[in-house]
């Protein structure tokens, strides 16, 4: 039989007496052993003060029993239940609480119809409780997935899984006894993991909420079939990517003098993963050959569009973007932009022509092997295909005026100014001033993690900061706009 070793009454005492002692001369500066000794004390007297919290609420719970109505102490001191009465009594949240009461109510000898004493739901786990061995949450753990498999088990079996349970779960953290705890419901309620399956498959949603900051919050509840499912392929990216930005921070030091600068965290590594990972899908051809009919219809003026310059608005979201993110979605696959005049008619709806083609897209695959950018590792299967000469601009839709960049390295190439010049079928990526005032050219070598060439090989570098080019070359292409106008008058 199972003998309980909790430490007296006079032993917790005792310690909150040398604990209160060693707190008032003063911690700051400890060594580190002393420290140490001191919180694994203070853990060992919240078990015993948590142990006996548990005893309290259980009977505190007991005694606001439902069928007592309001005779029950809590109804009578003005509490709806139990926990929110201890809630307000401790000055603890009402999840604790909560925990409390249920703990103490599964741990607590019962009463027969004829008043006599039954041993308590979960005497080994109490016992555990009592001895400092569990505290109150990973009890309550075990609690909730004990109590779940109940009514498909039997008695003998639950006990079994009990006493599992309390052998394994000490020294584990809160997420690993949830786990454990889980393995040894399901292993209790086997004929049970299917209608659980098809119950979590029906609360599956996901559902899009615009913020106030124009950002949009995507909340995804998904069974855990599906979650494994994405978690493994955004993981399989991010860790991806994380090597690789690993491994070229010794070239590029070597290369540049300078280290990688994709200073992404890891959440927004995440996300752009997911991105990529959805544009993939999108693009990718299903068995018949045909493509997924996915169109997201960007609105915008033509001025906009020919100068970069405003906001743009996409179909279904409220938040705007500039007409700069605008030019890049319009050379991506299965997006169309409606260009809308003055009094909002459709100047210009995109077309097949201004995207490029399955063949096209395959043979840039063949040609670059993934992202050309210098140091980029992505496959093709994630790249997207940028009209070297913007499509805004009047670049044609053909293979000498294409070439695949990844997403991150799309954006760079549109956001910061860089400028791509191809000679003999090799691209050379020209950074901005403000990254490298010598401009020097950097070119990407297949099965290297990038490379630089002289500047005299490079030809010319590029003219000024982007802002300032990108306003010049708007005001030229907006003139031209303007004199063709005239000439259609």
Same mark, same amino acid.
């Given at each position: ?17 040398? =604990?209160?002692?060693?707190? /008032?001369? !003063?911690?700051? %500066?400890?060594?580190?052993?002393? +420290?140490? #000794?001191? *919180?694994? &004390? ?121 006493? =599992?349970?309390?052998?394994? /779960?000490? !020294?584990?953290? %809160?997420?690993?006894?949830?786990? +454990?705890? #889980?393995? *040894?419901? &399901? ?121 970069? =310059? ?5 179909? !279904? ?9 605008? #030019? ?162």
């Amino acid at each position: 039989m199972e003998t309980s070793t909790a430490p007296t009454a006079d032993a917790l005492a005792s310690l909150l007496a040398d =604990l209160s002692r060693a707190c /008032a001369d !003063g911690v700051a %500066g400890l060594p580190t052993d002393d +420290l140490l #000794r001191l *919180v694994t &004390d203070a853990g060992t007297l919240q078990r015993g003060l948590d142990a006996i919290r548990v005893r309290l609420a259980g009977e505190l719970a007991a005694q606001s029993a439902a069928h007592l109505g309001a005779e029950g102490v809590a109804r009578r001191a003005g509490h709806p239940t139990p926990a929110s009465f201890l809630a307000e009594l401790w000055q603890i949240s009402p999840a604790e609480a909560a925990r409390l009461c249920e703990v103490g109510v599964a741990v607590r000898p019962r009463l027969a119809l004829d008043g006599s004493l039954l041993p308590a739901r979960y005497p080994s786990l109490g016992l555990a409780v009592e001895n400092l061995v569990l505290g109150v949450e990973a009890a309550a753990v075990i609690v909730r997935e004990l109590d779940q498999a109940a009514p498909y088990c039997s008695a003998e079996s639950r006990a079994a899984g009990e006493r =599992l349970l309390v052998e394994h /779960a000490p !020294g584990l953290t %809160g997420r690993q006894v949830q786990g +454990l705890a #889980r393995q *040894v419901r &399901d292993r209790l309620d086997e004929d049970g993991a299917e209608p659980r399956d098809a119950i979590r498959r029906q609360r599956r949603s996901l559902t899009l909420i615009p913020q106030p900051d124009g950002m949009v919050r995507l909340v995804w509840d998904m069974p855990p079939e599906t979650a494994g499912l994405v978690r493994a392929g955004i993981d399989a990216l991010v860790g991806e990517q994380l090597r690789a930005a690993r491994d070229r921070v010794p070239s590029s030091l070597a290369d540049t003098g300078m280290a990688d600068t994709d200073d992404r965290t890891v959440p927004q590594r995440r996300a752009d993963a997911a991105e990529e990972l959805l544009r993939h899908a999108i693009s990718c051809d299903r068995p018949g050959g045909d493509r997924p009919v996915v169109t997201m219809v960007v609105r915008m003026t033509l001025d906009q569009l020919l100068d970069g =310059l405003g906001a743009a608005r996409i179909d !279904g979201i409220e938040a705007g973007i500039s007409a700069t993110t605008a #030019r890049i979605l319009a050379a991506e696959a299965n997006i169309i932009p409606a260009v809308l005049g003055g009094a909002g008619e459709v100047l210009d709806l995109g077309r097949a022509r201004r995207l490029f083609s399955s063949a096209q897209r395959q043979a840039l695959a063949e040609q670059y092997g993934g992202c050309a950018f210098p140091g980029g590792g992505h496959p093709p299967g994630y790249t997207e295909a940028h009209h070297l000469r913007w499509w805004s601009h009047d670049g044609p839709t053909d293979l000498a005026n294409g070439i695949p960049l990844c997403s991150f390295h799309h954006h760079r190439i549109h956001d910061d100014g860089w400028e791509i010049q191809v000679r003999d079928r090799v691209p050379y990526f020209i950074p901005p001033p403000w990254c490298d005032p010598d401009q020097v050219p950097k070119r990407r070598q297949r099965g290297n993690a990038g490379g630089v060439i002289p500047p005299g090989d490079a030809g010319p570098p590029c003219a000024g900061p982007p802002r300032r080019a990108r306003a010049v070359r708007a005001s030229r292409v907006r003139q031209r706009g303007s004199d063709a106008a005239r000439q259609r008058q």
